[in-house]
């Protein structure tokens, strides 16, 4: 049944394109484009009347990259699909003086409008205009925010994470407490983030790749420029109810160039935690270092560039664990006693069984047990990635380029990341993140009037979380607020998820007339690998910290004044087990997303642009598998009996 209803999704998809693409060249969106922008403009003589078959130079000043065309019936002309950078366009007409416009910079996603008049000369003359004037866009329809390279390296920020520049934008604010970011107010998990056109999220939890968790995946020394779609995004943008990053990474030109750098954050520079300070504990040792270096230049001049990037942090945060509840001076500051009177948590008469020495004895070892795992951790954040890139301007006609970018995130006691918490170091873990992405893009000119990108990407993203201590778990609900230690019912987790992902994008291009058309799409397919058993380890719960502490054993002292032993005293206990793939909780599944759309900007009248667009999205989602415990397995009859 899924093949049949996959192959009628094939077919009306396929048919709708044709269509669209059959009345897109007499009406059809503003050519917001991925990863690059495009240079655009009409040719006209000093009367106003427009100049037809002139020829037009297009020249990347970085790499030397010539585009050349010739103006439509009515002047116009169109450069698709540059990447971003400094550009010189230079118009030559027979009678006319040849015009050189220079200093044009071209940002991603955008469209630099560049009009040029032509002077009327008796003899050769090359009159060259420095453009000053930031870029105009009078046809955009999308309200989309671009980050400058100036501002990404001059703007400071906090742990150089890239992607939170985008909190500068209107709209934009943070979603929660874990570095997911809201557009408009409608949750993180539906943005879609893109790095040099190809999809940069993890799919399994719906953030940027390696998500929130680890530094950052990749360098912010190796970020250019990106644009932030907010709202009216093209048809070629999608996936996203609530914004889009789009981002393009540096390469390398003709020149060589490059830069390093080292930053350093120490605890010596910082004012202590207030409340730590008012609680008597000293001042964490917390230092965080960052450096690297990124470089690039030319292979061979105007045909081959490499760019070359390498970022490390290390970082010392320690943690600090407590008990904050209810625990208050007289000036209402939160503090630890550790003689606090045992009757705030505890009743002896229930723990001793009516012996009142021996419940405050039990009392005292069980507090006393708890309250020797907490104050200062350590713990360690160490972050390590690199980006390599090669471009390839094979000929005028065709242009080549691959990159990789490896990240690698360790962190010692890191699952629990804030600065104090009520959980003991054996209730946390080791925290790792390990991504790959390789990318390949061929941008190819089949005519005058057309161009196709096309990109293959494959990327990996495996987090894993390894746990301190081995289960089971222990809760208790009293005063006295600190978890009773062992492993979390979370963890561990293996691989959480171990994801693959196939990307496969086409865009192709064509201006017919006064018409800009733009039709492609995108295959994004997804193997998803997880290893993790909630609650596998087990979970003890105690109604109250006296039934606790009766169970916690303590050299010396018995459960009861007798000596004997009066059974358990936890609430109740909660296991997972899996049956099916060795007891760790193995799942594997795949996803598809098929993408695709049309668009065109039609340029009715030099003043007014007509933009329409069409996308469509389907998901192949796994269907659930039957319950490997109908009818229930004989395994369950072998349990002990005193759980």
């Not at 200093?103 to 009009?115: D, F, H, K, R």
């Not at 690698?408 to 992405?437: E, M």
Request: hydrophobic fraction near 35%.
């Amino acid at each position: 049944m899924k093949s049949k209803r996959s192959s009628v999704h094939a077919r009306l998809l396929l048919g709708t394109l044709l269509v669209l693409t059959l009345l897109g060249l007499t009406a059809t969106s503003q050519a917001q484009t991925i990863a690059g922008g495009q240079i655009v403009g009409v040719v006209q003589d000093p009367t106003g009347a427009v100049i037809p078959g002139a020829q037009v130079v297009v020249r990347n000043v970085a790499t030397g990259m010539e585009r050349t065309l010739t103006t439509s019936e009515v002047g116009r002309y169109q450069a698709l699909n540059l990447r971003s950078g400094e550009y010189e366009v230079t118009v030559e007409q027979s009678g006319f003086a040849t015009m050189r416009h220079t200093g044009i910079v071209l940002e991603v996603g955008s469209t630099a409008t560049v009009n040029i008049t032509l002077q009327v000369a008796a003899t050769a003359e090359v009159i060259t205009v420095m453009e000053d004037a930031a870029i105009i866009e009078p046809d955009r329809t999308a309200y989309t925010i671009t980050v400058s390279q100036i501002s990404v390296e001059n703007l400071p920020i906090n742990g150089r994470r890239w992607e939170n520049f985008v909190l500068l934008t209107p709209t934009v604010a943070p979603d929660g407490d874990f570095g997911l970011v809201s557009y408009r107010g409608i949750s993180g998990l539906y943005n879609n983030n893109m790095v040099d056109g190809a999809d940069n999220n993890q799919a399994f939890f719906s953030e940027a790749r390696g998500r929130t968790r680890t530094s950052y995946t990749m360098s912010q020394a190796a970020i250019k420029e990106f644009q932030v779609g907010i709202s009216n995004y093209t048809a070629e943008f999608g996936r996203a109810a609530g914004g889009t990053v789009n981002a393009v990474t540096k390469s390398g030109g003709n020149a060589l160039h490059g830069e390093a750098f080292y930053y350093i954050r120490d605890d010596s520079f910082n004012a202590q935690e207030p409340i730590n300070k008012a609680q008597g504990f000293e001042q964490l040792k917390d230092r965080r270092q960052q450096f690297g270096f990124s470089v690039g230049g030319p292979v061979k001049q105007d045909k081959v560039f490499w760019f070359l990037n390498y970022d490390q942090q290390h970082r010392n945060f320690p943690g600090l664990a407590v008990d904050d509840r209810n625990r208050r001076d007289s000036a209402g500051r939160l503090f630890i006693d550790p003689n606090f009177a045992l009757t705030e948590f505890c009743d002896f008469d229930d723990v001793g069984a009516g012996d009142l020495a021996l419940g405050q004895a039990r009392c005292q070892g069980a507090r006393d047990a708890l309250l020797s795992e907490l104050g200062p951790f350590n713990r360690k954040g160490l972050n390590n990635v690199a980006l390599g890139k090669l471009d390839f301007n094979i000929n005028e006609k065709h242009t080549l380029g691959g990159q990789y970018n490896y990240h690698k995130w360790r962190s010692p006691n890191g699952i629990q990341t804030q600065d104090r918490t009520n959980d003991t170091p054996l209730a946390n873990g080791f925290d790792a993140v390990r991504s790959d992405t390789v990318l390949i893009r061929l941008t190819s000119l089949t005519s005058a009037s057309t161009v196709n990108e096309f990109r293959f990407q494959y990327a990996r993203d495996f987090e894993s979380q390894v746990p301190n201590a081995p289960g089971p778990s222990v809760l208790h609900n009293s005063q006295f607020d600190i978890d009773g230690g062992g492993m979390r019912n979370f963890l561990p987790r293996e691989a959480f998820p171990d994801e693959d992902r196939y990307q496969w994008m086409d865009n192709f291009s064509l201006i017919r007339g006064n018409h800009l058309l733009k039709v492609g799409g995108d295959v994004n397919h997804v193997r998803e690998r997880m290893v993790n058993l909630f609650a596998g380890g087990g979970v003890f719960d105690y109604r109250s910290f006296e039934a606790f502490a009766m169970d916690v054993p303590l050299a010396g002292l018995p459960q009861t004044p007798d000596g004997s032993f009066t059974g358990r005293h936890y609430r109740d206990f909660e296991q997972a087990f899996d049956l099916a793939t060795g007891g760790i909780g193995v799942i594997k599944f795949t996803t598809t997303d098929w993408n695709f759309y049309v668009q065109d900007t039609w340029k009715i009248h030099p003043s007014v642009t007509l933009n329409l667009g069409l996308r469509y999205e389907f998901t192949d989602l796994p269907q659930p598998d039957q319950s490997i415990f109908s009818p229930p397995s004989p395994a369950f009859a072998s349990l002990p009996a005193n759980l």
